[in-house]
């Protein structure tokens, strides 16, 4: 019987001194977790731009990058991926990120501005925060998630999309020099609608355009917020970066031809492939997946304190056009506008190889050596970090709005 007794003892401690190292190597794996508010044609772009830097970086082999490619979760060699999806829901996004938490995600890489502003609530009540890097977010100081590219929490970071509505909004009078009256659509519960809705009533204003705005607060509402605006006289719909809208951007089209053909804008480029007549947008959305994996990166690498990391803003502007839908509605194109376009769809076919799926032009890593690549990700987030000069502008500035 002692025997026995002495032979499992050494059974135990020879377990012992194997599963701790074991244990700990896996949870010295990473765990990110990539959280989308919806699966969008835009969101597929900033995907497909992380998953070839995962790639590249040999953080994930061909057969676990097919998995990620599905959207699935991933138990890897090198890292383990939660991947979530809200499905455009607000309440379920609240529960995708606590439930990230409770999962012991080591990072937070946050796709929309709705699931970027709910990680950053939620994560400044903890004492230990993970990381949360941001994509796909058109107004990270609007929407809170950060109050100046330097000033934010030291656990965020990430890469504003610029939308241009600069550039957008005088796309109306190139098309009609004589446009007097536009209409505009916003759910006032998406942060980023509420905000290009603001900024296409100011710019319109500047160029001596008149904005009618129909509210919404869902997909259902759509078709009789188009009709209201006709029946009010634009002459043309210009639609702000919005989900609701994007939703259901077909009943905005076709509501808008039922009433006599009105051309559709939107800050949308790929909504020219569901109908919108012009498109114009922030290029490129590929590239803001590349920029959010370099943060990433070198993040787990140990390359960069993401706490003196400047918010990225890169400054891009793309125009295509459906000249089917515009045919469809009997709108014809000015010249001046069509010679601005970056693409054009015609006889349902596009220029420049662009696809639904993949609705950019570029949408491929660079051909370079691993020791090449690194080195020129680290010299684009070395030229992000804060000095103590930019700190103290930006707060300057702040003090100054807030006096």
């Not at 606590?98 to 502003?117: F, H, K, W």
Request: aromatic share 4%; hydrophobic share 45%; with cysteine.
């Amino acid at each position: 019987m002692l025997q026995r007794i002495l032979l499992l003892l050494v059974v135990i401690a020879l377990l012992c001194s194997i599963l701790p190292p074991a244990l700990a190597q896996d949870d010295a794996k990473p765990t990110i977790a990539i959280l989308r508010y919806g699966g969008t044609t835009l969101t597929a772009l900033a995907e497909k731009g992380i998953l070839d830097m995962f790639e590249a970086y040999g953080m994930v082999n061909a057969e676990e990058r097919a998995i990620l490619d599905e959207a699935e979760d991933l138990q890897g060699e090198r890292i383990n991926v939660i991947y979530s999806d809200a499905d455009f829901d607000i309440p379920t996004a609240n529960i995708m990120v606590e439930d990230a938490l409770d999962r012991g995600a080591d990072t937070l890489l946050t796709l929309s501005t709705p699931v970027s502003q709910i990680a950053a609530n939620i994560t400044r009540q903890m004492d230990d925060p993970p990381a949360i890097i941001f994509a796909i977010v058109t107004a990270p100081y609007f929407a809170g998630i950060a109050d100046a590219p330097c000033i934010k929490d030291s656990h965020i970071a990430g890469t504003q999309t610029n939308i241009p509505y600069d550039e957008f909004v005088p796309l109306l009078k190139v098309q009609d020099p004589d446009m007097k009256v536009v209409g505009t659509i916003v759910n006032l519960a998406e942060p980023n609608s509420v905000f290009g809705a603001e900024r296409i009533s100011k710019l319109a204003g500047e160029l001596g355009v008149r904005v009618e705005v129909a509210p919404v607060v869902a997909v259902a509402d759509l078709s009789l917020a188009t009709a209201s605006l006709i029946s009010k006289g634009v002459e043309a719909i210009a639609l702000p970066a919005s989900y609701t809208t994007s939703i259901g951007l077909d009943a905005i089209v076709s509501t808008a031809e039922e009433h006599g053909g009105i051309p559709v804008f939107s800050i949308v480029a790929e909504h020219v492939y569901r109908g919108a007549t012009v498109g114009a947008d922030f290029y490129s959305l590929y590239r803001e997946g590349v920029i959010a994996a370099r943060m990433l990166i070198g993040h787990l690498n140990g390359d960069i304190d993401i706490s003196r990391l400047s918010v990225n803003l890169k400054p891009g502007f793309t125009v295509a056009i459906n000249l089917d839908a515009a045919a469809e509605a009997g709108v014809e194109i000015a010249d001046e506008l069509l010679a601005k376009a970056d693409w054009t769809i015609r006889d349902g076919a596009s220029t420049e190889g662009v696809t639904p799926d993949l609705p950019e032009v570029g949408t491929e890593l660079p051909e370079m050596t691993l020791d090449e690549r690194r080195a020129a990700d680290l010299a684009f987030l070395a030229a992000l970090e804060c000095t103590p000069e930019m700190i103290a502008e930006q707060q300057a500035e702040l003090d100054a709005a807030d006096s």
